[in-house]
């Protein structure tokens, strides 16, 4: 809908370019639901049978659906550039049983590229008496705190463990005030 004002860029990184179809397609799913997307494809698919179609219609049958506003996605995914590249610290505090993260974006923003990108992020903690909790994070803007109390340090962190977000490159430097370990710095 909208020219780049550099068509150089959305082929920078050429891996993204060519994955990046089916990569976002994924992500709709998970932001739709199983059902939803299933029954969306349904719909496009009867609706526009031999029939030349645009990203507006895919939409529509995704909205039409879920019974979401999906605008937002579609400019981020779709017609936007760049993927988010997100830094994770955390701490445990022993004092108050809490885990303490700070999620800051470092893509480079401008044109088409958002200063933040909007996407869930999953977190698993697993404990040493081999317990485990999920948590999602909902993240919005460029640095955003969250805190989470614990009964105990988890022995291991995980970011997006079933790797759901492939547009996503996760830097989680270990904090040496901790002993856990972290899983999924390259998004895996």
Known sequence: NRPAANTAALFDRAPITYNKGGAVLHQLREQVGDEAFWKAVNIYLNRHRFDSVTTPD???AMEEASGQDLGWFFEQWVYGVGHPQVNIQWQWAEAG???EFTVTQTQRAGGLV???FRLPLELEMKFADGSTRREKLEINSRRQSFSFTT???PAEIKFD????LPLIS???PQ???SPVNISGDDGN
Do not use: E
């Open 114 to 116: 958002p200063a933040a």
């Open 151 to 153: 009964d105990s340090d």
């Open 175 to 177: 904090v040496k005030k």
């Open 170 to 172: 996760l830097r989680t």
């Open 58 to 60: 895919l939409r529509r």
């Open 97 to 99: 049983k809490t885990l």
């Open 161 to 164: 463990p079933d790797s759901k």
